[in-house]
């Protein structure tokens, strides 16, 4: 009869501890989910502008970024006119670095930065709800769009742009869902 009892008891203490956890979190401003913006429903991307003359980076960029916005934010996409907010993104920075070579002078590994201005405005009010450029400072931070690739390895330009794009749309949906 004695065992029955502390056996009970000790099922008991994690259901406690889970309630008390639970209850103590949702008392501290936690929230679960990404964070939007109040009244903010629908967002418009226009085409990425861009001071680079690299081919289709803008398009790339523009499709990365409304993907991201579809798949992990509660906004959804609209037209010009019909959207609540519009986000603008211009490209202001394109490098291909080297970062190694072979003995011969071709390009073993190179190195792809993008570098953009955004501009999240609520087109009720006009308002500007967020405005930031990545990367912030060369010195400050290494950017988190750099690619790393390698020709020799059977790596092109064209991924390594693609895969700069998406990061950089991550980035910027990360800055849509920072706490208003």
Not at 65 to 94: C, G, M, P, S, W
Not at 102 to 117: V, Y
Request: aromatic fraction near 6%; charged fraction near 25%.
């Amino acid at each position: 009869m004695e065992f029955r009892v502390v056996q009970t008891m000790t099922h008991r203490r994690p259901i406690c501890m889970a309630l008390l956890l639970t209850v103590a979190i949702s008392g501290c401003g936690y929230t679960l989910g990404p964070q939007s913006v109040q009244g903010v429903r629908t967002v418009y991307v226009p085409v990425v502008q861009t001071d680079s003359f690299r081919r289709n980076l803008d398009y790339l960029l523009t499709e990365a970024v409304q993907n991201e916005i579809r798949t992990r934010t509660v906004y959804r996409l609209e037209e010009e006119h019909v959207a609540d907010t519009i986000l603008k993104i211009r490209i202001v920075d394109f490098r291909k670095d080297l970062l190694s070579e072979t003995r011969f002078d071709d390009a073993r590994e190179l190195q792809l930065g993008l570098g953009a201005q955004i501009s999240w405005t609520d087109c009720r009010n006009g308002r500007i709800l967020q405005e930031r450029i990545f990367p912030i400072s060369h010195d400050l931070a290494q950017r988190a769009t750099d690619v790393s690739f390698a020709p020799e390895l059977g790596h092109s330009m064209a991924t390594a742009q693609q895969k700069a794009a998406e990061r950089m749309a991550a980035q910027i949906v990360d800055m849509m869902e920072l706490p208003w």
